[in-house]
Nanobody
Framework: QVQLVESGRGLVQAGGSLRLSCAAS????????MGWFRQAPGKEREFVTA????????YYAVSVKGRFTISRDNAKNTVYLQMNSLKPEDTAVYYC????????????????WGQGTQVIVSS
C-alpha cells in the first residue's frame, strides 16, 4: 500500500501562484507515476498532470499546460505542483494520485489517492 498526503491548500487571487505538495509513504518502491486530478463543484474529476517516477516524463492537461509545472523529489518521495497564472476556473479540490504501472488521463486506473486539498482562486 501507498499513502499520499497533500499539503499547500489555499485561497489566491487570479493571476497568483500556489504550490501543492504530495508526500508518499509505504511501498513507495512500487510507484511508477504520480500526478494530480482535480474536481470542481458540480463537475467531474479531471486529469491535471502526471510524472513518471524514474524517467521524469511529464503529462499535462491542455487547460493547464504552460501555467502548471509538476516535479518530483525522489529522495523525499514527494511530488510538487507549481501553479502559476491561476484562474478562477482552476478552483477545485486537488487530489494527488499514484499508480504502480502506468499513466492514465482517466481517474479509474490510478491505484492510490490522497484525501484532496482545496484550492480557491478569486477573481
Amino acid at each position: 500500500q501507498v499513502q499520499l498526503v497533500e499539503s499547500g491548500r489555499g485561497l489566491v487571487q487570479a493571476g497568483g501562484s500556489l504550490r501543492l505538495s504530495c508526500a508518499a509513504s509505504g511501498r513507495t518502491s512500487s510507484i511508477y507515476a504520480m500526478g494530480w486530478f482535480r474536481q470542481a463543484p458540480g463537475k467531474e474529476r479531471e486529469f491535471v498532470t502526471a510524472i513518471t517516477w524514474s524517467a521524469g516524463r511529464t503529462y499535462y492537461a491542455v487547460s493547464v499546460k504552460g501555467r502548471f509545472t509538476i516535479s518530483r523529489d525522489n529522495a523525499k518521495n514527494t511530488v510538487y505542483l507549481q501553479m502559476n497564472s491561476l484562474k478562477p476556473e482552476d478552483t477545485a479540490v486537488y487530489y494527488c494520485v499514484a499508480d504502480s504501472s502506468s499513466v492514465s488521463y482517466s481517474s479509474n486506473p490510478w491505484d492510490y489517492w490522497g484525501q484532496g486539498t482545496q484550492v480557491i482562486v478569486s477573481s
